[in-house]
Structure formats: C-alpha cells, structure tokens
C-alpha cells in the first residue's frame, strides 16, 4: 500500500475523533480498516487506532463540549493575504461558551508524551497560521489560542522486520496460570517478576473490552491537552514576511518562464536542512519536481506526481 504506518493511524485516529467532534457517523470501520491496510500487523494497529478513539470519546470529547461550541470541523476557507491567497482549515473551529474567544482546534498522535514536543508547537507555523485565520475568519471576536490533543501510540521498533508499538493499549502482563483470568492478575507496566509473562491485548480483548480493564490511570496517559498561545506581534511579523516571500515566488515564476536557470536565483535548495537531509533523515519526496525536471510541467508529465486525494469526506 505505501503508507506509513504511523501516517495511517494518525489518518484514521483523526478522522474518527473529528467525526464524532462533528456528531455525523464515520465512514471508516474495522471492515474499510482492513481493505485499506492489509499488512501483516493490520490488527494490532486497528485495536490501537479504535482504543486511542474510544478514550478520546470518553475522556476528552465531554470536556470539549461543555466548554466550547463547536462552529465548523474540517472547514477550508480562502483568506486574502496582499496580492495572495491562503488556504486555510483548521481541524475544529469553537467558540469559547464563557469569553466568546474563538479557538482553532488541531489533533496530532505521537509516540508518547514528550516536553520538547510540546514547546515545538509554541513557534511552530502551524498554530501561528491557526491563529491568524481565526482571527481573520472572525474579526469581531478575540482570537490567540490553538487548542492541541494529543494521542501517544507508544514506541515503535522492528520485530522481525514489522513495526510493533509498544503501549498498555497493545501489551500487558498476566499472571502465569491457566484461564480464566481476574482483574487482579493483570499488569499495565513493565514488570520482570517471573510469574507474569507478557502478552497480546488485541489477540484475546476487543478495544473495548480491554478499556473496561484498564484503570483510568493508563487510559489517560494515552491522551492530552495543551492550549497554545500566539502573540499579535508574531502574527503580523509573519503576515509581512509571508506577503515578501510571496511577492518574491511570484517574480521568480515570471523569471523561471524567460531561464530555467531562475531556480537558482529564486528557489534555492535548504542543501542540508530541508531537501537534501530534512529533520526524518531522508530527502525530500519532492526534491526531482524541484531540481531534476526543467519545468513544473515536466514534473506533472512524468508521471512520478500525482494530486492529493482526500482520505475521507469531512476532508
């Protein structure tokens, strides 16, 4: 299939999170999940993918609900930016029920809870750019916050050549013996006492039934929140730069139409921090429409490019 599957479960984790956000009934199921994915760990992963929903579900959909209204899910709007123009689509749009304040919402799943990740989306573009479009989308209302959810997967590594996470959602400790089982013979974490061995959770629990055994404790470590703030200083900084960059892409087009060798002059390669050796240790997927074909039409009629498609509907 191609996909990643860490891509794949942040897709299907999102879009089941965000449709039940909207209140309309998901598409996706376990049935379309193994049409889609049929790889060798394809059940494991489903068991993580619908675990990870059903706590959010539980945890922290209520607690949305109670303090937000939710005014749009998976909108895209156009915004005018100078000369330009700036796609836009937040994952969830709300409306603060106490202080009318307008948040954008944005959903990630990680590995596992880390401080560096979440002082990254203090600058990162993204919840700038969030910001910006609320308070553009809705100039009568204040504006500077992204609300972030976050699901932890847990760590991966390759058993055997397949990626296996490696989560209380996933595994789990049992006390030797024969079944049937208690709650009281069961370990969330690791353990090297010698009378509990370790175990698949997906191979003798469906998701919802292991919820029901896991203390709460562990569910909502799987799972959390953090509002982002962005200053007014950052964004109008941004919009200036945005509109230069802009500005300058656009000359560079009208250059590159008269001498291919314009690339150089006005798109030139990030060498060794984002074409030739990004932040994932590989370059990027992009780098021949970019530098080896003579044009963007040479890229296009190559046929190693095609156009994205929309995974779901709410898209």
Same mark, same amino acid.
Request: one cysteine or more; aromatic letters at 14%; a negative charge.
């Given at each position: 299939?191609?996909r990643r599957?860490a891509l794949?479960?942040?897709?299907y984790?999102h879009?089941?999170?965000m449709?039940k ?5 998901s ?5 379309t ?5 049929q ?6 992963i489903?068991h ?5 929903y059903?706590i959010?579900?539980?945890?922290r959909l209520?607690?949305i609900?109670?303090e937000?209204e939710?005014?749009a899910?998976?909108?895209e709007?156009?915004?005018s930016l ?8 937040p994952d969830?749009? &709300?409306?603060? /029920?106490? =202080?009318g304040k307008v ?9 596992y809870n880390?401080a !560096? ?5 203090q600058s ?10 609320m308070?553009?989308l809705f100039?009568d209302?204040e504006a500077s916050?992204?609300l972030?959810e976050?699901?932890y997967k847990?760590?991966a590594k390759?058993?055997?050549g397949i990626?296996q996470?490696y989560?209380p959602l996933?595994?789990a400790y049992r ?7 208690d709650?009281t ?14 175990f698949?959770?997906w191979?003798?629990?469906t998701?919802?039934?292991w919820?029901d055994?896991l203390?709460e ?9 953090l509002?982002i703030?962005r200053?007014e200083s950052?964004?109008? &900084?941004?919009? /200036?730069? =945005?509109?230069?960059?802009l500005d300058?892409?656009d ?7 008269? !001498?291919?060798e314009?690339?150089?002059?006005y798109f030139?390669?990030?060498y ?5 050796n990004n932040?994932?240790g590989y370059?990027?997927d992009?780098?021949e429409?970019?530098y080896t074909h003579?044009s963007?039409?040479?890229a296009?009629?190559?046929g190693?490019?095609?156009s994205?498609?929309?995974h779901?509907e709410?898209?």
């Amino acid at each position: 299939m191609g996909r990643r599957p860490a891509l794949i479960i942040g897709e299907y984790v999102h879009h089941l999170c965000m449709s039940k956000l909207a209140g309309i009934e998901s598409e996706l199921t376990c049935q379309t999940w193994f049409e889609d994915y049929q790889e060798d760990d394809a059940k494991p992963i489903w068991h993580l993918i619908e675990s990870l929903y059903l706590i959010w579900s539980k945890f922290r959909l209520p607690e949305i609900l109670d303090e937000f209204e939710v005014l749009a899910v998976e909108k895209e709007d156009t915004i005018s930016l100078g000369n330009h123009s700036i796609m836009v689509k937040p994952d969830a749009r &709300l409306l603060h /029920k106490e =202080t009318g304040k307008v948040h954008a919402l944005e959903m990630k799943t990680h590995s596992y809870n880390r401080a !560096d990740y979440y002082e990254a989306w203090q600058s990162d573009l993204q919840t700038l750019m969030h910001v910006w479009a609320m308070r553009e989308l809705f100039p009568d209302k204040e504006a500077s916050h992204v609300l972030m959810e976050f699901l932890y997967k847990g760590y991966a590594k390759k058993v055997k050549g397949i990626k296996q996470y490696y989560s209380p959602l996933l595994r789990a400790y049992r006390k030797v013996g024969v079944p049937p089982f208690d709650e009281t013979e069961y370990l969330f974490e690791y353990t090297r006492r010698k009378d509990y061995d370790q175990f698949n959770v997906w191979e003798d629990f469906t998701p919802e039934q292991w919820l029901d055994l896991l203390p709460e404790q562990y569910q909502l470590q799987q799972i959390s929140a953090l509002p982002i703030h962005r200053m007014e200083s950052e964004i109008d &900084l941004w919009e /200036k730069l =945005t509109i230069a960059r802009l500005d300058r892409a656009d000359e560079g087009l009208i250059e590159l139409a008269k !001498d291919p060798e314009a690339v150089i002059r006005y798109f030139p390669g990030n060498y060794n921090e984002l074409c030739m050796n990004n932040k994932y240790g590989y370059r990027c997927d992009m780098y021949e429409a970019c530098y080896t074909h003579k044009s963007p039409e040479q890229a296009v009629a190559s046929g190693e490019y095609i156009s994205r498609e929309k995974h779901y509907e709410t898209e």
